[in-house]
């Protein structure tokens, strides 16, 4: 069956350190692999998405995550974090033509980023 | 150019009601799918709707159905409503082509008492 594995619940990071938001996948096909990030009473928002091309994908606001198909990981991270980084983030797959409306989420990692 | 329009944004329903919801997806957008977010049980995928078809289906029970128009809008409905259908419901948009992403509207809070 296919799932998405968020392995943090709660991630905190100093303002201007690293972030690292940790993601697995289980499929027996090839995924499409998104991340969303989710604000307060805001909806989903795309950050990135990887659709087979390039293994390391650059997102908006200075995010990227690198697809490793060994590790079945497509971790999300940022080099400095920021006070409006502090959020929801959703790790998504997608699988297959034909599936493609159909969205599996993670649970959800908040990010809090502390001043 | 606009993006996904979800009305209403917030409902209170009571036990035992229907509520419909509504959500226009983008302009040109042939794929609208509905999504359940709760506290407890996280984002969970509703059914989608790809030209006035239903494409794909969650595992909710049948109180929870949906329809697409021509125009692309669709609408969801949850009939006798329970206390636990109290969510946010979360409608996307996309073109619903091979690894097209997803956009999302704001959602609809809806609060069952």
């Known amino acids: 069956a296919q799932s998405v594995t968020q392995l943090d619940s709660h991630v905190s990071v100093s303002e201007g350190t690293p972030v690292l938001l940790r993601c697995n996948y289980s499929s027996s096909y090839s995924p499409s692999l998104f991340w969303y990030v989710q604000h307060p009473n805001k909806g989903l928002q795309l950050l990135l998405k990887?659709?087979?091309?390039?293994?390391l994908v650059k997102g908006i606001n200075g995010f990227e995550a690198e697809f490793k198909k060994s590790e079945t990981s497509f971790h999300l991270t940022k080099p400095s974090a920021h006070m409006s980084d502090a959020a929801e983030y959703f790790c998504v797959v997608s699988f297959g033509s034909g599936n493609t409306g159909k969205l599996i989420f993670g649970q959800g990692t908040t990010l809090q980023v502390k001043p | 150019k606009a993006g996904v329009t979800q009305t209403p944004r917030y409902l209170i329903k009571t036990r035992g009601q229907q509520v419909t919801l509504s959500c226009s997806p983008i302009s040109g957008h042939r794929s609208v799918s509905w999504y359940q977010q709760t506290p407890g049980q996280g984002l969970q995928f509703l059914f989608e709707?790809?030209?006035?078809?239903?494409?794909n289906k969650g595992n909710f029970p049948g109180r929870f159905s949906g329809r697409q128009f021509s125009n692309s809008r669709s609408e969801m409905n949850v009939s006798t409503l329970e206390l636990g259908d109290s969510a946010l419901y979360l409608c996307?948009?996309?073109?619903?082509?091979?690894?097209?992403?997803?956009?999302f509207g704001q959602g609809t809070r809806l609060t069952v008492v």
């Open positions: 990887y659709t087979s091309a390039a293994t």
């Open positions: 709707y790809f030209s006035e078809t239903q494409r």
């Open positions: 996307a948009s996309s073109l619903g082509t091979t690894n097209t992403e997803a956009f």
